[in-house]
């Protein structure tokens, strides 16, 4: 899947990691570097400006690379994910990039159409879907409330099971060095289901103090949100969590990498130990 120019020379071995800054991104990142492998971060605030919204930028990101790590800012979820999505594969393909990783969420219908456009491109492509990620509460949506002591979300007493963003950019990692990977879909979990009212509980003994989970109604929270100018859709990716529908564990972590994923209890305490929530 590569250019007439790549293929009469070298082909590209350079990886793209949109949004190389972030959660996932960043140990992307700092994991193919340790391995020697050649790493362009695509960002606001990257090696080369990478934003979804200018495919004027996406030509200078893709220069001399030949696979793509794909997360997409704010979610799948999101109006205009998938023509995003669809248009970038291809132009990525077109350009030699023909190997893509795309960063998809469990139980989403807007995250599958994203999935479908990435494979109509050509590319040799691999899917890894996501649960809601541990470190959303220490270095994302939830870690100021976490910091002020209280969890106040529209989640009643429905259960998750929270993938840590470490197992996710192993996987990650491994779908974008080895060719087995081609052509799958990865479900991944953490090992349990958790409530946030557990939540709350084990973040409290990390922390050594006491953080509350308060279920507030889906409308309180859509008010909260416009408050503090955050998009109101955010609140609808909660039906993931209380429509039950991601509920049980998935074994991608162990079908990838051959261990178990890591428990909550112990992202907790080393979330703790470095001063996420000091």
Known sequence: MRNAEQTAEQPATKTLVIGGTGKT???VVERLAAQGREVRVGSRKGDRLFVWEDAGSWGAALEGVGSVYVTYFPDLAFPGAAEAVGEFSRFAVERGAGRLVLLSGRGEEGARVSEERMKESGADWTVVRGSWFNQNFSEGFF??????GELALPTGEAAEAFVDADDIADVVVAALTDARHVGRTYELSGPRLLTFGEVAAELSKAAG???DYVPVTLDAYRAALAEHGVPVEFADLFSLITDGRNAHLVNGVEEVLGRA???FSAYARDAAAAGAWA
């Open 143 to 148: 870690r100021d409330a976490v910091r002020a």
């Open 209 to 211: 103090r006491r953080i």
């Open 25 to 27: 991104g960043r140990r």
């Open 261 to 263: 994923p890591r428990d």
